[in-house]
């Protein structure tokens, strides 16, 4: 039988049916991919990443894979967290790249949305319609977050998933969600 990356072709194909039962158990606020890389998935950032793409910084055990979109405009975090496989994501950060470096470009992405259609630039309502109404808000941020018995926290083994969205005026300027490393 073949195997991918550790995985049989009888388990890719179960795969998908996974992630259906996990993302119909999630809260209305839960964020799960950005442009097409789904979190703690190896298999979908494998297929955009290739398989063995390296990190470009590692600090503390932490990974950091980062690419801006095709025009350059947008900066797109992808962190690993230490003991995690090098493609399973935990977080992302999604916002303006610094002036001063330069990154690869990630394939194809000329904006970096997320599953649920999340992107920079977008209004406070709009984004406030798809996710509900945040846990918290302070200034220009609006903070959602999960912890304890949770169906979708078990599935992974974290203790809590966050997500943090910083408006300028009334417009997405930067968001990062993932779980928070225990």
């Known amino acids: 039988m073949k195997r991918v990356a550790g995985i049989t072709r009888p388990m890719l194909a179960v795969m998908p049916l996974l992630w259906v039962q996990v993302s119909q158990e999630l809260p209305e606020f839960v964020e799960t991919e ?45 962190v690993v967290h230490p003991g995690g496989h090098r493609l399973e994501i935990g977080e992302f950060h999604v916002g303006a790249p610094p002036d001063e470096h330069s990154f690869p470009v990630f394939p ?7 599953g649920k259609g999340i992107r920079l630039g977008m209004l406070q309502s709009e984004l406030v319609g798809i996710l509900g109404e945040p846990h ?23 203790p809590s998933y966050r997500a943090t969205y910083v408006f300028e005026g009334e417009f997405l300027k930067e968001f990062s969600f993932g779980f928070d490393y225990p």
Do not use: C, W
């Not at 398989?51 to 055990?61: A, I, K, R, T």
């Not at 194809?108 to 997320?114: K, M, Y």
């Not at 959602?144 to 949770?150: I, R």
């Open 34 to 78: 950005v442009a097409g890389i789904r979190l703690s998935d190896q298999a979908s950032a494998e297929t955009l990443l290739g398989p063995s793409p390296v990190p470009d910084q590692e600090e503390f055990g932490f990974g950091y894979y980062r690419f801006t979109n095709t025009s350059g405009s947008e900066l797109l975090t992808l």
């Open 108 to 114: 194809g992405a000329e904006t970096f949305s997320t």
């Open 136 to 158: 918290r808000k302070k200034g220009s941020q609006l903070a959602y977050h999960l912890e304890g018995e949770s169906a979708f926290l078990r599935r992974y083994n974290m």
